[in-house]
């Protein structure tokens, strides 16, 4: 069905069913409040999709007259939810489908420790970098699109990281089979995410990695790439893993384009001069003469 311009999230109210919760109970509604994502149809009217409860897009979408619109639904301006596909970015890096491939199989690669691991060198606090707006102009539009977010998505996230921890008690458990394919279908989870999201898909990611589940950080931290294309954070903790990895060239690639981004990112600068210095000094951070990390 084709769709114009996204109007927005608007709600009506439809009555309860006989026999469901509510339905008939003393001091309770005997009606319940729906949301839908609103589009302008390319011919005429309005096309409208249902959400679920936790905000995500559920059922078909259908169209409706403008006459129909304006008796049965009513526009909610505090919630500022926009549709987001996701996967443009990951898919330009190339990464999702090798991420995904084979991912049970690589998740008990040994880490790397003491004077092999980064984490002196780079010092992250969390063991991670957790993505965050830069001060300019289009992060400034970023964060608003975070605040819609926390608006529409809190539910969503919720749920997510209930089953998030579900699968990582699975795992402390020893249950690892169910819990490796738990993280997975989390990483490719469908739904519409919003710009906020990147901070729930970053916690999941690094704490994958301190679970030495690299290869399933790598698809989450994938998807907060997706939502945040800019954030030079995001590509600083794709680098940590692929570094558990043992993927020195990946790893470097996603430094540089930290450091593209935010060439005063500290964590970023350290960590790829450290990794030159292991892969035998051949550039330092500028791409010029060969350099000791400092």
């Known amino acids: ?22 339905g008939g109970v003393p001091g309770r509604s005997a009606a319940r409040k729906r949301y839908w994502f ?28 403008t006459a129909e619109l ?52 780079v010092k992250p606090s969390s063991g991670g970098i957790q993505a965050s707006g830069m001060a300019t102009g289009r992060d400034a539009t970023r964060r608003s699109g975070d605040i819609a977010g926390h608006e529409v998505g809190a539910q969503t996230e919720r749920a ?26 989390l990483a490719e989870t469908p739904g519409e995410f ?9 916690d999941f990611g690094i704490n994958l990695r301190k679970s030495k589940l690299p290869r399933i950080a790598i698809r989450h931290h994938l998807r907060a790439l ?9 590509h600083f903790n794709i680098a940590r893993a692929y570094y558990d990895m043992g993927d020195m060239d990946r790893a470097e690639r996603h430094l540089r384009a930290s450091l593209d981004l935010t060439p005063d990112l500290d964590p ?7 990794l030159l210095e292991r892969k035998g000094g051949a550039a330092n951070v500028d791409g010029t003469a060969p350099k000791a990390a400092r």
């Open 1 to 22: 069905m084709e769709t114009g311009i996204f109007k927005g999230v608007y709600s009506s109210v439809e009555p309860r069913q006989a026999g469901r919760p509510g």
């Open 38 to 65: 609103v589009w302008e149809h390319d011919a005429g009217g309005f096309v409208v999709q249902p959400l679920s409860a936790s905000m995500e897009p559920t059922g078909e979408r259908r169209a409706v007259s």
């Open 70 to 121: 304006a008796r049965g639904y009513a526009f909610e301006p505090d919630i500022l939810a926009v549709p987001i596909r996701t996967a443009p970015m990951a898919a330009a890096y190339g990464e999702r489908e090798e991420a995904s491939r084979g991912a049970a199989s690589a998740q008990a690669a040994p880490v790397r420790k003491d004077a092999a691991n980064p984490a002196n060198p």
């Open 160 to 185: 997510l990281r209930a089953d998030f921890a579900t699968a990582l008690a699975q795992l402390r458990r020893g249950d690892r089979d169910r819990a490796v394919r738990a993280l997975e279908r």
């Open 194 to 202: 919003v710009p906020a999201h990147r901070h729930m898909f970053t």
């Open 226 to 234: 997706d939502l945040s294309p800019d954030d030079s954070h995001v």
């Open 268 to 274: 970023s600068r350290r960590f790829l001069d450290f």
